[in-house]
């Protein structure tokens, strides 16, 4: 039998004014704000996460990431489906994902919301970055200073 994953139809219909997606090119803060902003917004919460030097003490040389891309974007999906929905005024919302390889201080991941006031738009960004922390199929291998290398789930990573 010849299966093509891609071809699964979303579950979840993406809403015209969100911006989802996983990227092996760099993410861009400018981009994910401006995708957020949006004449009614009072408010635009943006969460970048980046690659930093040392995990729990030890060194980090580089981080690679990788995701099973269809399941990915039903989760961002569904993450932004649950934030309209307990979040009904939310205008917008940015979901972008990294992979392959990235350096110290690139950007992984960026959650934007866009709200008309900010109590939502924090709610809804925080929202936003813990589930898909830990729902999403997305993997990065911590390359270590001392050589050495491991594979985690991001939903076992540190807040």
């Known amino acids: 039998m010849n299966f093509n994953v891609t071809s699964i139809p979303s579950v979840i219909t993406t809403h015209p004014q969100d911006s989802l997606k996983i990227s092996f090119a760099p993410l861009s ?27 729990e003490g030890k060194a980090v040389s580089y981080l690679e990431y990788q995701a099973y891309e269809p399941m990915a974007l039903e989760i961002f999906r569904q993450i932004a489906a649950n934030i309209r929905q307990q979040w009904t005024q939310t205008n917008r919302i940015v979901i972008h994902h990294r992979t392959g390889q990235l350096q110290i201080g690139e950007i992984s991941v960026l959650v934007a919301v866009g709200c008309p006031h900010r109590a939502e738009a924090f709610a809804a960004c925080r929202y936003g970055i813990d589930t898909l922390k ?23 990573c540190e807040k």
Not at 31 to 44: M, P, T
Not at 143 to 155: E, L, P, R
């Open 29 to 55: 803060l400018d981009e994910a704000y401006n995708l957020a902003d949006n004449r009614a917004n009072g408010a635009i919460v943006l969460m970048s996460g980046t690659v930093r030097q040392q995990t």
């Open 134 to 156: 830990h729902n999403a199929p997305i993997w990065k291998k911590e390359h270590w200073a001392d050589g050495s290398s491991t594979w985690v789930s991001i939903g076992e």
